[in-house]
């Protein structure tokens, strides 16, 4: 019976879902189930799975991040930039990452401390962000990193997985235990459903809410050095956009838009579904811009399908009440 209602749930749509776009990609393109297409799969969206994972726990705990890709698009800005003016590799990897927890604590003392809506601070990071990453490198490309800060994200570290992938499976695991399985992830839970209930539960709202903004505003400053790896070089415009995958992919995968629901497990079958049709598509020559269209409108659906699922249980629900509603004697008289 547990495993018919999986079969039920939003996770079990999502499989479903997920077999039919695998066997349609491999119906229209030969290359499609190929070793090299599924590795190449997995890489070109690696680090914005990476930043999936830690928007999972954000969108949960009822909070948005709109400013990740931003983010990632200054950190590889800014790594360029410190590399450009012969700072060592290895002491602008230090600073970047550095800069990413500043940032993150900036966004997490106005949402968290201040109590300012995050949809709006995050709003104002996207912009804000990339704003500096322009600057930084103004319209240049800048290349010319160590050949082994490239290969980092070019070759495999271990075959046939980049030091990325590795990373991802990593994080993965930690969010797993963390979010299922720990005192933090129960509170992250609990704050999503009613901040004020956690707040006199006894539950650090504070505290949570500002370690959240610091991990999404640091994984997604890795994510961006990962990025700067793997395409060699970088302009102000690297990683834009990323957001709306991202955010796809946590809402796809059975997350609630209002908080206090959600599982991993919906969120790797959406980033599953998500690579596979960009994948598919790709392979079938549909343009980038279509492409993000058929995104946009994942995420539209990613909303509006739960709320119209509640609101017909709701309806049904009432109907249901009203049938079994008892006739008393008054009303049997008149």
Same mark, same amino acid.
């Given at each position: 019976?547990? &495993? ?19 066997? &349609? ?15 190449? #799969? ?13 928007? *999972? ?35 602008? !990897?230090?600073? *970047?990452? +550095? ?22 601070? $995050? ?60 005192? @933090? ?28 903004? !610091?991990?999404?505003?640091? !994984?997604?400053? =890795? ?18 956009? @990323? ?10 995968? %059975? ?7 959600? $599982?991993?497990? %919906? ?5 599953? =579904?998500?690579?596979? #049709?960009?994948? %598919?598509?790709? #392979?079938? &020559?549909? *343009?980038?811009?279509?492409? $993000? ?15 119209? +699922?509640?609101?017909?249980?709701? #309806? ?5 009440? +009203?049938?079994? *509603?008892?006739? $008393?004697?008054?009303?049997? %008289?008149?």
């Amino acid at each position: 019976m547990r &495993n018919l209602r999986r079969l039920k749930s939003w996770e079990g749509l999502l499989l479903a879902i997920l077999v039919v776009v695998v066997v &349609n990609n491999a119906v229209q393109s030969p290359v499609y189930l190929s070793v090299e297409n599924q590795v190449n #799969l997995f890489q070109l969206f690696v680090e914005r799975i990476i930043v999936a994972l830690a928007m *999972t726990f954000i969108i949960i705990n009822g909070e948005i991040d709109l400013s990740v890709a931003s983010v990632m698009g200054l950190a590889s800005c800014l790594l360029a930039f410190l590399h450009e003016q012969s700072v060592p590799m290895p002491a602008a !990897i230090v600073v *970047t990452l +550095t800069v990413g927890v500043i940032v993150g604590a900036f966004n997490g003392f106005w949402i968290s401390v201040v109590g300012l809506p995050s949809l709006a601070v $995050t709003l104002a990071g996207l912009i804000g962000y990339r704003g500096v990453a322009r600057i930084l490198v103004e319209d240049r490309s800048i290349g010319n990193f160590p050949e082994w800060f490239n290969r980092l994200g070019q070759q495999p570290l271990l075959d046939p997985l980049p030091l990325a992938s590795i990373i991802f499976f990593i994080l993965l695991v930690v969010a797993v235990v963390v979010l299922q399985y720990s005192a @933090f992830g129960r509170y992250v839970y609990v704050i999503g459903n009613n901040r004020e209930v956690a707040r006199y539960s006894g539950v650090k709202v504070r505290r949570v809410k500002m370690m959240l903004f !610091i991990a999404s505003s640091t !994984i997604a400053t =890795l994510a961006g050095l990962l990025l700067a790896a793997r395409l060699g070089a970088v302009r102000g415009s690297t990683a834009e956009g @990323f957001e709306l995958d991202i955010i796809t992919m946590v809402l796809l995968g %059975g997350v609630s838009i209002f908080g206090g629901s959600g $599982t991993l497990v %919906g969120v790797g079958l959406s980033i599953l =579904l998500v690579l596979n #049709l960009r994948n %598919g598509m790709s #392979l079938v &020559n549909i *343009t980038s811009n279509t492409q $993000t269209g058929v995104i946009g409108a994942l995420l539209i659906l990613s909303v509006l399908i739960p709320n119209w +699922t509640q609101d017909a249980r709701s #309806l049904l629900s009432r109907r249901r009440r +009203t049938g079994h *509603t008892p006739v $008393t004697g008054e009303e049997k %008289g008149g």
